[in-house]
């Protein structure tokens, strides 16, 4: 092929550059470029003839042709008015006015050009940016020092304060004093755990362990304040957290939620100030999740009014118990009750572990787990049992208690019902997890955006290297990340309410909300926690980044308060059951009523004029977003349902049917938390009055959707929900949303309120 240009090519030398500049096109490229040209009525025959040369991959422009054609373009660049270098149509359209060749310059080629640059990926100026040498550098990245505040920025770092910001910074004048200390990565681990104990006793001193016990045992009685305490000690260190969130929260939790009066007068201002440390001894080694199961016993004894507790063999010790290996001096030991030879399942005792001056009482044996992957300012241990006998008062009495004749009685008669209700009242811990989960994703997200604002790498020749925030595969990986945080956010800050303020909710539909949404912001902090890592290179990998420590320390995160998978299912079985309700209370003409709204949504929502909307106000709208997230949970729901339906029908056993549908089951609920999310992201941003704030979380809950779609496109697409061209309109918005977010990126992370200290860890470049 010559070097010279045909005057009718003139026009698509930009498309043909681009189109060849990065090396060989796909067949399905080509396809699509020649199909667009040959659909344009107003292009000459002769004009499609030489593009389609042009592209023939069997005999592609040479580097001598590539580097013609940039030369010609470069040398026309003074002729194009800096704001129309944006798109293929508008550099094309300049260079054929030079030669006269204006017939083409219309609407319909217009289109076709937009069309071919959307599919190649090319985003407007940035199109042939490498041509224009001569270009100065249009970046809108601002030095972070010189970044000012926007509308939105307090009263948004407000909104994530929960209306608790006095009891935030209380933490923080506790702890800041000891950031030293806490970032030390040189301790061995008695010096960790030490050190641990004695800032869970500074917080204990300040008031701030027993916020969540009634008034009367020194607390507040408020489980949000609690919560409030620990969201803001896990930015700090979470082996801190936890270690505070196991005495307080599981074992003074345990005392107060399923203990009475007596235990509540003798033991909570002790365990509110710390002069009894505790423990919660609930997993064993060969029945971790499964509790029920558990095979320590307290047989009572009827002579001297005793309970004797045993561990039968070394595959049931407990195991993993934060704080057992070093300080507790009792435990919250839950075990199979035997009154009468007669078993009545799991209950809760007091079975104190070691006397004040930290020695181990007698037939009790405990072990250290030893080095942990993280979480090591933890003391967790082993217990064992050897008949080891506590008075009849020990035991936590609520659901459950042996009378002064030795019988046993119970408010609840059912064993099952019991069993579930005494968990019930421990939810809060699968509250508090992920709370602490979020702290840390907060955290890697703040570490990396002000390294992605600051780091320069690459740029236009001969220029300064640029912001690697201002690369669109950035934006791509960091801020639905920041989308997916402030999501969960007001999620759990709605639960939490719930759960607190609201004894008459639903206890059940609570505790398979709370068991689902820790299992999928669990997940979502390692995801966020990684791709942060990720983000920042090999700083990231430094331990002044914080990095090492939130991998090592919230890996554990998807496993305890419940393994994850388990925890899907509790919620799967939870829906199937309210699903099960509802159609029992059906008539026929309810059931025919239940059918016809399915119909109804079909002819809707699966309307083709609906699938294949691409428009922004319809993608951008709340009704699409929840339909489309509503359709998803109740499709796979009902399926599910009738899959579990036919199989026991057919003689299946029902365990059987479970296990056969366990995947399916953990997809049903995470659509039913992914809707439940999505909900409560719109409720807040109804409830705000600040116009900047509701404008800013539109955008941020715009991309948390539509990125979730994204995410599950294929099952969209397997089920007819939104066309091929509807994908791609939203893989194109999601892709838009980012990049306005990253205007954003820094006011947004700045609202999560991270210690300053280690804000600057990630500005330092040496």
């Known amino acids: 092929m010559s070097v010279s240009i045909q005057d009718p090519l003139l026009p698509f030398l930009p498309l043909l550059y681009i189109a060849w500049a990065d090396g060989v096109l796909e067949e399905t490229e080509i396809n699509f470029i020649n199909k667009k040209i040959n659909e344009n009525k107003t292009i000459k025959p002769e004009t499609k003839d030489m593009v389609c040369k042009w592209l023939n991959p069997q005999n592609p422009p040479s580097a001598r042709v590539l580097a013609y054609w940039k030369n010609y373009i470069k040398q026309n660049a003074d002729l194009l008015n800096p704001s129309e270098k944006s798109d293929l149509f508008s550099i094309g359209a300049q260079l054929a006015k030079k030669e006269d060749t204006e017939d083409w310059v219309n609407d319909e080629t217009k289109e076709s050009l937009h069309l071919i640059e959307d599919y190649l990926g090319i985003v407007s100026r940035e199109a042939l940016r490498s041509v224009y040498e001569n270009d100065p550098v249009t970046s809108t990245y601002l030095p972070t020092e010189n970044l000012s505040e926007k509308a939105y920025s307090k009263p948004l770092k407000a909104l994530l304060q929960h209306g608790y910001p006095d009891i935030k910074s209380r933490v ?44 009367a045992y020194g607390g507040s009685g408020s489980m949000p304040k609690y919560a409030a305490v620990f969201e803001e000690v896990s930015k700090y260190d979470l082996s801190l957290t ?88 009792m435990a919250t030991v839950f075990a199979q009750l035997i009154v009468n030879e007669e078993e009545h399942g799991i209950h809760a005792f007091l079975v104190p572990i070691r006397d004040s001056k930290g020695n181990t009482l007698d037939n009790i044996t405990i072990g250290d787990n030893g080095h942990k992957m993280g979480l090591n300012g933890v003391d967790n241990g082993t217990l064992h049992f050897n008949s080891v006998k506590i008075p009849k008062e020990n035991l936590l009495n609520k659901f459950g208690d042996v009378d002064e004749d030795g019988k046993y009685n119970s408010p609840i008669s059912s064993s099952s019902k019991r ?64 989308a997916n945080v402030f999501a969960y956010d007001f999620a759990h800050d709605f639960l939490l309410n719930d759960y607190s303020n609201n004894k008459e909710a639903d206890s059940q539909q609570v505790e398979a909300l709370a068991a689902g949404l820790k299992a999928l912001s669990t997940w979502n902090t390692t995801e966020t926690i990684q791709i942060c890592r990720e983000s920042c290179g090999g700083k990231g990998y430094l331990s002044e980044m914080y990095f090492d420590l939130l991998k090592a320390d919230t890996d554990i995160f998807t496993t305890f308060e419940g393994d994850n998978t388990v925890l899907l299912q509790l919620t799967a079985k939870s829906r199937l059951t309210y699903f099960k309700k509802q159609f029992g209370k059906m008539d026929w003409w309810d059931t025919l009523k239940y059918i016809s709204s399915i119909a109804s949504t079909n002819l809707s929502e699966l309307n083709p004029l609906v699938t294949r909307d691409t428009s922004e106000d319809h993608l951008l709208s709340d009704d699409f977003q929840i339909d489309a ?138």
């Open 629 to 766: 997230f509503t359709y998803r949970e109740e499709f796979s729901l009902r399926t599910l349902a009738m899959r579990l339906n036919k199989k026991i029908k057919n003689g299946m056993d029902s365990y059987d049917a479970f296990l056969d549908v366990q995947v399916h089951l953990i997809d049903m609920a995470s659509a039913y938390i992914d809707r439940v999310v999505l909900e409560r992201f719109i409720v807040t941003i109804d409830e705000q009055k600040d116009d900047s704030v509701k404008e800013v979380l539109t955008s941020l809950k715009n991309l948390y959707a539509l990125h979730l779609i994204e995410k599950n496109k294929g099952w969209y697409l397997e089920h007819d929900y939104i066309s091929g061209s509807k994908s791609l309109a939203i893989n194109k918005l999601v892709a838009k949303l980012c990049k306005e977010l990253k205007e954003e990126s820094q006011q947004l992370v700045d609202a999560f309120d991270i210690p300053r200290h280690m804000t600057k860890t990630a500005l330092k470049f040496y």
């Open 242 to 329: 936890i270690k505070f969130g196991v005495h307080f929260g599981l074992f003074g939790g345990s005392v107060e939620s399923l203990g009475t009066k007596i235990h509540h007068d003798k033991y909570l201002k002790d365990i509110g100030t710390m002069a009894l440390p505790g423990c919660f001894a609930m997993t064993e080694m060969h029945h971790g999740s499964n509790v029920k199961a558990l095979q320590t016993t307290a047989i009572y004894q009827p002579d001297d009014k005793t309970f004797i507790i045993n561990t039968p063999s070394q595959y049931d010790r407990k195991t993993y118990i934060g704080n057992a290996g070093m300080h507790a001096q």
């Open 172 to 215: 923080q004048s506790i702890l800041d004093p000891h950031k030293e200390a806490i970032e030390s990565y040189d301790d061995d681990l008695k010096t960790r755990k030490e050190k641990v104990l004695k800032w869970c006793k500074e917080l204990a001193n300040a008031g701030l362990g027993n916020l969540a016990y009634p008034p």
């Open 419 to 482: 069993f579930f209700t005494m968990l019930g009242t421990l939810v809060g811990g699968r509250l508090c997890v992920p709370i602490a989960g979020q702290s840390a994703a907060k955290k890697a997200l703040n570490m990396a955006v002000y390294f992605a604002l600051e780091r320069k790498q690459f740029g236009p020749p001969g220029k300064e290297e640029q912001s690697v925030m201002d690369y669109p595969t950035h934006q791509k990986k960091l801020m639905p990340l920041i």
